[in-house]
């Protein structure tokens, strides 16, 4: 396990799913370029790689309000077309080493959580598939909680629902979004995007 990333002293870790956990970025990307294309909206690559922490309907929202469009359908059947056209792909996720070696690691020893900003229902389709299915203690998602990423709800409601303190527990994130909300939580936080090769933006560094 590479240094930078051994948690410093918790009583639990929780962990963002989409570019912490597993390399889905291009997928999900491709899914709701899918999804938009139809109405109108161009999705830049860029754009949407550096607002990995938010959730489907709240990304597809904040795009409308900069393209100053109104949505000819509704949001619920936008993001009910994206994660579709996601779950096709669910099987070729795969986890991110480094961070994987932080979980493996961790197991049998310090409570864990995934606390993402995406979809329950995408989540534990795509987990089914990955080495670490087992080892999380409680998962939260969007839909748990009032406010989404940079919002603290989701982090809190991991804590609440581990039983530990917020300033009990280390968060391993990759969005300035999600970073923003551990920190908001009140949580030591830990950018795993130099171990990921992601740059701060959330995009692949050439190698």
Same mark, same amino acid.
């Not at 002293?9 to 989409?18: I, N, T, V, Y």
């Not at 970025?25 to 899914?31: P, S």
């Not at 109108?40 to 900069?66: N, P, Q, V």
């Given at each position: 396990?590479?240094?930078?990333?051994?948690? #410093?002293?918790?009583?639990?870790? %929780?962990?963002?799913?989409?570019?912490? *956990?597993?390399?889905?970025?291009?997928?999900?990307?491709?899914?709701?370029?899918? $999804?938009?294309?139809?109405?109108? &909206?161009? *999705?830049?690559?860029?754009?949407?790689?550096?607002?990995?922490?938010?959730?489907?309907?709240?990304?597809?929202? @904040? *795009?409308?309000?900069?393209?100053?469009?109104?949505? =000819?359908?509704?949001?619920?059947? *936008?993001?009910?077309?994206?994660?579709?056209?996601?779950?096709?792909?669910?099987?070729?996720? /795969?986890?991110?080493?480094?961070?994987?070696?932080?979980?493996?690691?961790?197991?049998?020893?310090? #409570?864990?959580? &995934?606390?993402?900003?995406?979809?329950?229902? &995408?989540? @534990?389709?795509?987990?089914?598939? @990955?080495?670490?299915?087992?080892?999380?203690?409680? &998962?939260?998602?969007?839909?748990?909680?009032?406010?989404? /990423?940079?919002? =603290?709800?989701?982090?809190?409601?991991?804590?609440?629902? %581990?039983?530990?303190?917020?300033?009990?527990?280390?968060?391993?994130?990759?969005?300035?979004?999600?970073?923003? $909300?551990?920190?908001?939580?009140?949580?030591?936080?830990?950018?795993?995007? =130099?171990?990921?090769?992601?740059?701060? /933006?959330?995009?692949?560094?050439?190698?």
């Amino acid at each position: 396990m590479h240094t930078s990333l051994t948690p #410093p002293p918790a009583d639990a870790l %929780l962990f963002d799913w989409d570019g912490t *956990l597993v390399d889905s970025q291009d997928a999900n990307y491709q899914a709701m370029v899918h $999804a938009l294309s139809p109405v109108g &909206i161009d *999705l830049e690559k860029e754009w949407f790689y550096a607002r990995t922490g938010i959730s489907s309907a709240e990304m597809i929202e @904040l *795009l409308a309000r900069e393209y100053g469009v109104s949505l =000819p359908v509704a949001m619920e059947d *936008l993001v009910v077309d994206r994660d579709a056209h996601f779950r096709q792909r669910a099987e070729s996720i /795969k986890p991110y080493s480094a961070i994987l070696e932080v979980v493996q690691a961790a197991h049998g020893s310090t #409570p864990m959580a &995934i606390a993402s900003g995406g979809s329950r229902e &995408i989540i @534990l389709g795509t987990l089914r598939h @990955l080495p670490f299915r087992d080892l999380f203690d409680v &998962i939260v998602t969007r839909e748990d909680v009032e406010r989404g /990423k940079p919002a =603290p709800d989701i982090f809190l409601r991991a804590a609440a629902d %581990l039983g530990v303190a917020p300033d009990r527990c280390v968060v391993y994130e990759d969005s300035d979004e999600g970073i923003s $909300a551990a920190h908001a939580a009140g949580m030591h936080v830990i950018d795993v995007r =130099p171990y990921t090769g992601r740059d701060t /933006k959330g995009m692949p560094v050439a190698r």
